[in-house]
C-alpha cells in the first residue's frame, strides 16, 4: 500500500509552475490519441467539459451518466455565478488575488500551487463559455457584467440571471453533443458506474450497469476520468439532486484510492427548512438574501407568536449582536452554526422549530417593496411557491442544509488518484477549496479541470505509460462484474422489514446530528458505534423490491445507501482525527473564548488521506507547505 | 444549406400550408367582396361575372393557381393530422389545456374536420354554380342574359334560384360559419407559421385574425340570407 | 403540524416498454399540504414497498424544477395545473382531502415509455446533436469581451437558453410536436453573434431530425408555451421558421 503521497507540484515560483509543468510534459501525437480509449464517468461540468474537450483533441471518449441524458447533471442547479479574476471592473482584482481568497476562504487547508492553477486558467473558462454562446448577464453597453459574491472584495462574479450552472452545463453538454454528433464521445445514458477495473496497477476499465435493463457491462479504456461530484446526500436531506451519490467514487476508494478530507462539508444558511418527515430534499435560497435580510429568532423559548406580533425588544438579532462589523453578512460557516445553535437554545420558529426568521420588513420599509422586488423577485416567488407565505408580508424561515462537500477522492497536482490511470475532477476530488469553499468557485474549478488542466495532465499519463490492449474479456473484467452483480443480488434477496429510504433517513439523521455543523468527540464516537450498527443492520434487514432485470430506482439507491453508510462513518472518523476547528469542520472542544473556530496550524496543516484496507481505514497525512501566503485567523467581529 | 426537400419538412410543410392559407384569404375576401355587388342588382353582378369570364387565358391561370393553392393547402392539412396521429398512437386517458397563453380552441383543434368540410363544400359549390345552368359544357339559354347588347351569362339569376333553397341557404350559411371557425385559427396560424409574429403582437395579430375571420363569414352569409328572407 | 388528506391516485402502470398497461387506482391517507407532488409519489411509493407492491417508477433528480427530469401528466396537464412550475415544485396545497388525481407519463411516439411513468426522452440529446451547438473547440476563444452583444439581445437569447428539456411541450401539444424545444435552442443561438456561422446548417439539421424522430407538426396551438416550466415564448418558434426560410433561400 502506498504510504507517502506525492503531490507532483512542479518547480518553480508560484506563478510559474503550471507553465513549467506544461512545458515539460510530454506529448500524444496526434494520430495516436485516436487509438486511446478514455472513460469519463459523469457529464457534470467536470465531466462534460472534460469529455468534449478531450474527443475535441482527438481521443476516443465513452461517456456514462445515470440520469436520462447528459444534459442533467446536478451542476445544472448552480444559481449564483462563476468566480474569474478578469478585472473587468477595473476593481482591483487580479490572479493573486483570486488565488490567495480562495487559499484564505478554505481556511489554508488546500494545495497552494492547484488553487493558483484555478486561478490562472479562470479567465479562460469565460473566454470558452461566451464563445459557446453562454448568455451571461451583460451591461447596456454589450460587455459582460459582474457581481460582488459572497461576502468578496472586488466583483468577479460572473452569472447568467439564477441560472449560472444551468447555462454553463448546457454550454459544455453543446460541445458534448457536437463530439457525440461526430462520432468522437459514445454517449451511454443511463449506465451507473458500479466498479473500477484495475490492472497491473492501472486504472483500466469500469464496470456499469445499465439502468433500464439491469444488464452488466464492462467498459475497458486507457484512462478513468471519475466526474462523479459530491457526497452530500450522506445526509440524506442536502441541496444535492437526489440522486447524487458517492457510489463510482467510493467503488474506487474501496479498490484502493485514497479519500481526503471526508469531513470537510459545507453547509449553506439559507435554506428552506423541512416541512416533515416526507421532506426529500431541501431547496437553497441565494445568500444574497442576507445583503437585506436581517435574521433573527424570539428571545422567549417555544414562543409560537406570529411574527409581527413579536415586538422589537423581545427579537434577538443574533447574528447583529454576536458580529456587529459583518452582521448578516458573516460568512456561511459561521451563519450556519448561530442558527444552529438558537434551535439548540428552544428559540427556533415555525412547526418544527428548527428555522429562524430572515426579515425583510425593515429593508421594505427603508426602500421601498418595488427596490426589494427588483432585486429578490424571483427568489421570493420560489419561496413562495414551496412554502405557500408571502415573504413581502411575513419574515421568511431558513435553516442551515448541506450544499457541497470539500472532501472527495485525493489527486495529485495532475489530478491523478493514487491509483495510475484514475484521475478525479470536480466536486469528486478533494483538490482546491481546503476545508470551505468559497461561493461561485465551484463552477469555476469544475470547467478548469476538464476543459483546461485534464487535457494536458492526461496527456503526459498516456504519452508515458505503456498501455497495452485489455479485453472486456480479461479476468479483472470478470472478477469486478460478478463482484457487482452478487452485491446486487444480495440488496434483493435480504428482503426485509425497512426500506432504503428508511435507512437513509436514519444514517442522515446521524451524521446530521453529529458529522455536521458542530462536532465533538464524543458524539463522533457515537456516530462511529451507531452507523457500524444501522450499516449491519441494513445488511440483515432491507427491504428492495422487484428485480434486477428492469428499471428498478429502489435497487439503485440500495447500493448508494450502503455506500454511504460506509462513508458515513469514515466521515465522523476522519472529523474526530482532526482536532482542530477550520472551515466547515467546527469541533466544539476547539473554540476560542468567544465561540469562534479555532485553528491548529502546528499539528494539522495536512490533507487527510484515507485508505481502506482489510482492517479497516488507514490515515495517511500529506503535509500542506505555504509558501506564498500567510496563514492568519479569520475573523468578523 | 437548405434539407433534401425543404418543402416537405415540418416547417415547409407549415410555410406551404400558411402561404396556401393567406393566399386562399386574399381569393375568399375578394370572393366575397364580389358576391356583394348583387346586393347592387342583377346587371352589376353579372357584369362582375362577365368581367371574370372575358379574362379568357388570365382566367384559366388564376384558376389553375387557386387550384393548386386549394390542393397543397388541403394535402398538408391532411398530411399534418396524419403525422400528429403518428406521433401520438396513444392518447391520454384525461387531457385538458393548460389555458392562457395556449391558444388551443375549438377553432384550432377542429382544422382539419372545417377543413375537410370546407373542401367538400368546394367542389359541391364549384359544380353547382361554375359548372351549373349556363356555365362552361352546359350551355342554357334560360340562364343567358343581355348587358349592353352583349349576351352574357346570367348567374345572378342562378344565384337567386339556389338561395331561395331553405336547404341550399342554410347549408350554405353553416359551411361559412365553419369558414368562420377555421379562419379564426388559421389567420393567426398562418403568419406564425411564417415566422411574422412577435410575442408583443401575439394578442393583435389573434384578434385581426378573429375579425377578419368574421368579416369574411358575415359578408359571405349576408347574401344567401337577403335573398332567401326576400331582402333583396 | 398541517391537516393530513387523504388523495387518491389513478396512476399509470406499465412494466416495460412492449407490455400492455392500465391504470391502478392508490389511496395515500398520509398526504400532507405541504409535500411536493413528487413527495407524494414517494409517499405512495413507501406504502407499497411494504405492502409487496413494486414500487412506481418516475424521473426525478434535482426536485428544483431545473434538471427536466420529471415530468408527469397531471390531470390532464403536463406538470399540473401551477403555472411555470414543474411537478417537483407543484404543491399539495392546490389540493383538497378526498382529491382523485390522474398522473400519465408523457404519450408520445418518439418519447417511447420504459416502466411506468419513465419515458425515453433521447430524441431530444440527438436533435441538439444535430447542431444546436456553437462549434468551438476548448482554448480557442478569444476575449470574452471582444464581442459586445447588445444587452436586450442577450437577455432574449437568456429567456430561449432557460429551457431544461423535460419534454412538456412535446406531451401538452396535441401534435406531439417538439417545436418548441428545438426553436428554442435555435433562437437561444440566433440571437447571438457566436451562432451566426452556423445558423443556416443548425436549423436546417435540427429541423430535419426533428421530423427523423417522429415528432409531430406543429399546428400553432401555443399549448407548449402554456405548460413550459420556464414560459419559453412560441416567438421562438416563428424565429426558427424565420431562420429556415433564410436557410431555404440561401
Redesign the interface.
Known amino acids: 500500500m502506498t504510504t507517502v503521497l506525492d503531490s507532483k507540484i512542479p518547480e518553480g515560483p508560484l506563478n510559474e509552475k503550471w507553465g513549467n509543468y506544461k512545458n515539460g510534459i510530454k506529448l500524444v501525437n496526434p494520430a495516436n490519441k485516436r487509438k486511446h480509449t478514455i472513460l469519463v464517468v459523469g457529464t457534470g461540468l467536470a465531466g462534460g467539459?472534460a469529455a468534449?474537450?478531450l474527443a475535441?483533441l482527438g481521443y476516443k471518449v465513452k461517456s456514462f451518466c445515470i440520469?436520462?441524458?447528459?444534459?442533467?447533471?446536478?451542476s445544472?442547479?448552480a444559481q449564483g455565478g462563476i468566480n474569474a479574476a478578469?478585472n473587468?471592473p477595473n476593481d482591483g482584482d487580479t490572479v493573486w488575488r483570486l488565488f490567495y481568497d480562495t487559499v484564505k476562504g478554505g481556511d489554508y487547508r488546500s494545495r497552494e500551487a492547484n488553487v493558483h492553477r484555478l486561478a490562472e486558467v479562470s479567465n479562460?473558462i469565460?473566454?470558452?463559455?461566451?464563445?459557446?454562446?453562454?448568455?451571461?448577464?451583460?451591461?447596456?453597453?454589450?460587455?459582460?457584467d459582474n457581481r460582488s459574491f459572497g461576502g468578496a472584495q472586488v466583483s468577479r462574479t460572473f452569472y447568467?440571471?439564477g441560472?449560472t450552472g444551468?447555462?454553463l452545463l448546457?454550454g459544455a453538454?453543446?460541445?458534448m453533443?457536437?463530439q457525440?454528433?461526430l462520432g468522437n464521445i459514445e454517449?451511454f445514458?443511463r449506465q451507473e458506474m458500479l466498479d473500477l477495473v484495475v490492472v497491473d496497477g492501472k486504472a483500466r476499465g469500469i464496470i456499469t450497469r445499465n439502468l433500464?435493463t439491469g444488464e452488466i457491462e464492462s467498459h475497458s479504456g486507457d484512462a478513468v476520468l471519475l466526474c462523479t461530484g459530491g457526497y452530500g446526500n450522506v445526509y440524506y436531506l442536502s441541496t444535492n439532486?437526489?440522486?447524487s451519490n458517492v457510489t463510482a467514487a467510493w467503488r474506487c476508494h474501496k479498490k484502493g484510492a485514497a479519500f481526503a478530507n471526508p469531513c470537510f462539508t459545507q453547509i449553506h444558511p439559507t435554506c428552506i427548512p423541512v416541512?416533515?418527515d416526507?421532506?426529500?430534499?431541501l431547496?437553497?435560497m441565494s445568500e444574497s438574501l442576507r445583503n437585506d435580510g436581517r435574521v433573527w429568532v424570539p428571545k422567549k423559548q417555544g414562543d409560537n407568536r406570529r411574527p409581527r406580533d413579536i415586538p422589537e425588544d423581545e427579537r434577538d438579532y443574533y447574528l447583529e449582536r454576536r458580529y456587529p462589523s459583518f452582521g448578516n453578512l458573516v460568512p456561511r460557516d459561521v451563519a450556519s452554526r448561530n442558527a444552529k445553535y438558537a434551535c439548540d437554545e428552544g428559540k427556533g420558529v415555525g412547526?418544527t422549530k428548527l428555522a429562524v426568521f430572515l426579515d425583510f420588513a425593515e429593508a421594505i420599509n427603508r426602500l421601498g417593496k418595488p427596490a426589494i422586488e427588483a432585486r429578490y423577485g424571483n427568489l421570493f416567488e420560489m419561496y413562495e411557491?414551496?412554502?405557500?407565505e408571502n415573504p413581502y408580508e411575513t419574515p421568511m424561515r431558513i435553516y442551515p442544509a448541506v450544499h457541497y462537500t470539500m472532501g472527495g477522492l485525493w489527486v495529485d497536482y495532475e489530478l491523478q488518484s493514487n491509483i495510475p490511470g484514475l484521475f478525479v475532477l470536480g466536486e469528486a476530488n478533494f483538490s482546491d477549496h481546503g476545508a470551505n469553499r468559497l461561493g461561485a468557485s465551484a463552477l469555476m474549478q469544475g470547467l478548469a479541470d476538464g476543459?483546461?488542466v485534464i487535457?494536458y495532465t492526461l496527456g503526459n499519463y498516456i504519452a508515458n505509460n505503456e498501455l497495452p490492449h485489455v479485453a472486456e474479456t480479461d479476468e479483472a473484467f470478470a472478477k469486478a462484474a460478478s463482484d457487482s452483480s452478487g452485491r446486487l443480488e444480495k440488496l434483493l434477496s435480504i428482503q426485509g422489514t425497512k426500506?432504503v429510504?428508511?435507512y437513509h433517513r436514519e444514517l442522515g439523521r446521524l451524521v446530521w446530528d453529529y458529522v455536521g455543523m458542530s462536532r465533538t468527540a464524543e458524539g463522533l464516537k457515537k456516530a462511529i458505534v451507531e452507523i457500524t450498527a444501522l450499516r449491519e443492520d441494513f445488511w440483515k434487514n432491507v427491504?428492495v423490491?422487484?428485480e434486477n432485470s428492469?428499471?428498478?430506482?429502489?435497487l439503485e439507491f440500495a447500493g448508494r445507501v450502503a455506500d454511504f453508510l460506509e462513508l458515513g462513518e469514515l466521515m465522523a472518523r476522519d472529523a474526530l482525527e482532526r482536532e482542530e476547528s477550520c472551515g466547515g469542520h467546527f469541533r466544539e472542544e476547539y473554540q476560542s473564548e468567544d465561540g469562534e473556530a479555532s485553528r491548529n496550524d502546528d499539528l494539522f496543516t495536512y490533507v487527510a488521506a484515507w485508505f481502506h484496507t482489510e482492517n479497516g481505514h488507514q490515515l495517511v497525512k500529506e503535509p500542506l507547505t505555504y509558501e506564498n501566503v500567510k496563514l492568519t485567523t479569520r475573523s468578523y467581529k | 444549406m437548405s434539407s433534401k426537400n425543404p418543402l416537405r419538412s415540418p416547417i415547409g410543410k407549415k410555410l406551404v400550408t400558411g402561404v396556401t392559407g393567406l393566399g386562399l384569404v386574399v381569393f375568399v375576401f375578394i370572393h366575397m367582396t364580389g358576391n356583394l355587388a348583387l346586393f347592387t342588382g342583377n346587371e352589376a353582378y353579372n357584369q362582375y361575372t362577365h368581367f371574370l369570364t372575358s379574362l379568357g387565358g388570365l382566367l384559366y391561370v388564376i384558376e389553375a393557381g387557386l387550384v393548386a393553392f386549394f390542393l397543397f393547402h388541403i394535402v398538408n392539412g391532411i398530411q399534418i393530422w396524419l403525422g400528429k396521429r403518428k406521433a401520438r398512437p396513444v392518447g391520454y386517458d384525461t387531457y385538458k389545456s393548460a389555458g392562457s397563453p395556449s391558444q388551443q380552441s375549438a377553432s384550432s383543434r377542429s382544422m382539419i374536420i372545417t377543413g375537410l368540410i370546407l373542401a367538400v363544400f368546394l367542389v359541391v359549390h364549384v359544380i353547382s354554380f361554375k359548372f351549373g345552368p349556363g356555365g362552361p359544357g352546359n350551355a342554357d339559354p334560360a340562364y343567358v342574359t343581355t348587358i349592353g347588347g352583349e349576351e352574357v351569362r346570367d348567374l345572378a339569376k342562378l344565384v337567386r334560384e339556389n338561395f331561395a333553397s331553405p336547404f341550399y341557404t342554410f347549408g350554405y350559411t353553416f359551411v361559412m360559419l365553419l369558414l368562420v371557425v377555421h379562419l379564426r385559427h388559421g389567420i393567426w396560424s398562418a403568419l406564425q407559421s411564417l415566422g411574422a409574429m412577435r410575442p408583443s403582437l401575439t394578442p393583435l395579430v389573434y384578434t385581426i385574425g378573429a375579425v377578419v375571420g368574421v368579416l369574411i363569414g358575415a359578408g359571405f352569409i349576408a347574401l344567401p340570407l337577403a335573398i332567401y328572407f326576400n331582402l333583396i | 403540524?398541517?391537516e393530513n388528506m387523504n388523495i387518491k391516485l389513478k396512476v399509470w402502470r406499465q412494466?416495460?416498454p412492449h407490455t400492455q398497461g392500465r391504470f391502478e387506482t392508490y389511496s395515500v391517507p398520509d398526504a400532507?399540504?405541504?409535500?411536493?407532488f413528487?413527495?407524494l409519489l414517494?409517499?405512495l411509493?413507501?406504502q407499497?414497498?411494504?405492502s409487496?407492491?413494486?414500487?412506481v417508477?418516475f424521473?426525478?433528480?434535482?426536485?428544483?424544477g431545473?434538471?427536466?427530469?420529471c415530468g408527469v401528466v397531471v390531470d390532464g396537464v403536463a406538470h399540473g395545473p401551477?403555472r411555470r412550475?414543474a411537478c417537483c415544485?407543484l404543491?399539495m396545497?392546490h389540493y383538497q382531502d378526498g382529491d382523485t388525481i390522474v398522473v400519465e407519463p408523457w404519450r408520445a411516439e418518439a418519447f417511447p415509455i420504459?416502466?411506468d411513468l419513465?419515458v425515453?426522452?433521447?430524441a431530444?440529446?440527438r436533435i441538439?446533436?444535430?447542431?444546436?451547438?456553437?462549434?468551438?473547440?476548448?482554448?480557442?476563444?478569444?476575449?470574452?469581451?471582444n464581442?459586445?452583444?447588445?444587452?436586450d439581445k442577450?437577455?432574449l437569447?437568456?429567456d430561449y437558453?432557460?429551457c431544461?428539456?423535460c419534454g412538456a411541450c412535446v406531451a401538452a401539444c396535441p401534435n406531439a410536436s417538439a417545436s418548441l424545444f428545438t426553436a428554442a435552442k435555435i433562437s437561444?443561438?440566433a440571437?447571438?453573434p457566436?451562432?451566426s456561422p452556423e445558423r443556416k446548417k443548425r436549423v436546417t439539421a435540427m429541423v430535419d431530425q426533428m421530423a427523423e424522430e417522429g415528432f409531430g407538426d406543429c399546428s400553432n396551438h401555443a399549448e407548449c408555451e402554456a405548460v413550459c416550466p420556464k414560459g419559453i415564448s412560441i416567438s421562438s418558434i416563428a424565429t426558427m421558421r424565420r431562420e429556415y426560410m433564410k436557410a431555404m433561400l440561401s
Open positions: 467539459s468534449s474537450t475535441e440520469q436520462d441524458s447528459p444534459r442533467r447533471a446536478h445544472i442547479a478578469k473587468y479562460e469565460i473566454d470558452q463559455c461566451v464563445a459557446q454562446g453562454v448568455p451571461f448577464a451583460r451591461e447596456y453597453g454589450g460587455l459582460l447568467a440571471r441560472q444551468q447555462q448546457l453538454y453543446q460541445s453533443s457536437r457525440i454528433g454517449m445514458a433500464v439532486a437526489k440522486n416541512s416533515g416526507y421532506q426529500s430534499k431547496t437553497l412547526e411557491r414551496i412554502t405557500g476543459y483546461f487535457p426500506t429510504t428508511e427491504l423490491p422487484g428492469t428499471m428498478n430506482k429502489n | 403540524m398541517a412494466a416495460g400532507n399540504p405541504h409535500m411536493s413528487l413527495e414517494d409517499v411509493n413507501e407499497l414497498i411494504k409487496g407492491t413494486d414500487p417508477e424521473d426525478h433528480d434535482c426536485r428544483e431545473i434538471c427536466g427530469s401551477q412550475t415544485q404543491h396545497r420504459i416502466k419513465v425515453d426522452r433521447s431530444f440529446d441538439i446533436a444535430a447542431g444546436g451547438y456553437v462549434s468551438i473547440n476548448a482554448g480557442s476563444a478569444q476575449d470574452a469581451n464581442l459586445p452583444i447588445a444587452k442577450a437577455d437569447a437568456m437558453a432557460a431544461i428539456g437561444h443561438l440571437m447571438l457566436q451562432g
